[in-house]
């Protein structure tokens, strides 16, 4: 059964990711597969910029610190902390007022309903999303086919044990936003029933990507003891 699942996750690689057969997703996943994120320090919540003109808001964290006062269907307008202001579709697109240091305050300005509601922010702890492939298909298909078509996954390691797979891989690609090449590694786990993904945990150096596309980190000021 192992090397008919690493098969599976191959073939998938292959076809979704690097042809980009889309609407082949589903001989390898479930509808209703779960995509798993790792935790991380930010806001709780997902958006869908697949539109190319706004952001909307695609799923909130039960354990983030949007939960609750944000909802899916908003629209984001703008952000703001002690760094900077970001409106506007393209600079809200860079997603770099998101994350960040535990305890700092960021204010967002949605649309809701016809009304613009100004919804104040503390970045926290973040335990992952769980979204099914459904929900993010039209973000992710965007994403690739947009700013990225030419992204390449290599599968370097695959190992299987059961109905779980794991793989360590490298991406290339060309930003057609920043007219840059990366390469970066990613690493996931999939759990595979009847021969479909139904469960998808995955790790990638993102922090590597955006730097090669040209953005930088500045040291902050240290604090005193």
Not at 139 to 155: A, F, G, N, Y
Not at 203 to 214: A, K, P, T, W
Request: proline fraction near 3%.
């Amino acid at each position: 059964m192992e090397d008919q699942n690493i098969q599976i996750v191959r073939e998938c690689v292959d076809q979704i990711f690097n042809a980009k057969h889309f609407d082949r997703i589903y001989d390898y996943y479930n509808e209703q597969c779960i995509l798993i994120s790792p935790p991380y320090v930010g806001l709780g919540f997902a958006l869908d910029d697949s539109s190319g003109v706004q952001h909307v808001i695609l799923s909130v964290a039960d354990n983030g610190p949007a939960s609750g006062k944000l909802q899916v269907g908003d629209v984001l307008l703008r952000a703001h902390d002690a760094y900077g202001t970001w409106e506007g579709y393209e600079q809200l697109h860079a997603r770099v007022w998101g994350q960040g240091k535990l305890g700092t305050p960021v204010t967002l300005t949605v649309l809701r309903d016809g009304e613009t509601i100004e919804v104040p922010l503390v970045r926290g702890r973040v335990e992952g999303f769980h979204n099914t492939i459904a929900e993010i298909l039209s973000l992710w298909q965007h994403t690739v086919l947009s700013e990225m078509p030419d992204l390449h996954t290599k599968i370097n390691q695959i190992l299987g044990s059961g109905d779980r797979v794991a793989y360590f891989a490298t991406n290339t690609c060309t930003s057609t936003l920043y007219h840059q090449s990366a390469v970066w590694t990613e690493c996931n786990i999939v759990r595979l029933e009847d021969g479909k993904i139904v469960e998808w945990w995955g790790v990638e150096d993102g922090l590597s990507q955006l730097r090669q596309f040209g953005f930088r980190m500045t040291e902050p000021e240290k604090e005193l003891a």
